[in-house]
């Protein structure tokens, strides 16, 4: 079992940034790929980025490219969002997420890829 917590959701002008942080706990987090996902109200989760487990391979929704980078610390067992230039409708609920099904080598795109979910984190970007 992996537990995960994110952090470092909150309100934000238009144009700002924030980082979002997903700290893993429970088994060697290395050993796991992992992606960020967010739900806004009233539409379905959708893939953010991901990041698979060794870090040499990361994935973008076409919305975020450019704006957002995704990178992990698995020293620290910590998963990282950068997310700059944020537009209101990128306001939503952000969850991370992770998965060891094999391979692990290989970047998911897909939710049901993923069997441990962090509880979210709520971020605003204001006009």
């Known amino acids: 079992q992996v537990q995960l917590v994110e952090s470092g959701g909150g309100l934000v002008q238009a144009g700002g940034s924030l980082r979002l942080s997903c700290a893993a706990s429970?088994?060697?987090?290395?050993?796991?790929?992992a992606g960020w996902f967010r739900q806004a109200p009233g539409k379905e989760r959708e893939l953010v980025s991901a990041i698979n487990w060794s870090d040499t391979s990361t994935t973008y929704a076409d919305s975020v490219k450019g704006r957002f980078t995704i990178s992990r610390d698995n020293a620290k067992n910590t998963v990282y969002l950068q997310m700059n230039s944020l537009k209101p409708e990128d306001t939503a609920v952000y969850y991370c997420?992770?998965?060891?099904?094999?391979?692990?080598?290989?970047?998911?795109?897909?939710?049901?890829?993923?069997?441990?979910w962090g509880q979210g984190t709520q971020v605003t970007v204001s006009s």
């Open positions: 997420a992770a998965g060891d099904s094999p391979p692990r080598t290989i970047v998911r795109t897909r939710e049901r890829s993923y069997d441990y």
């Open positions: 429970g088994r060697t987090f290395s050993n796991y790929y």
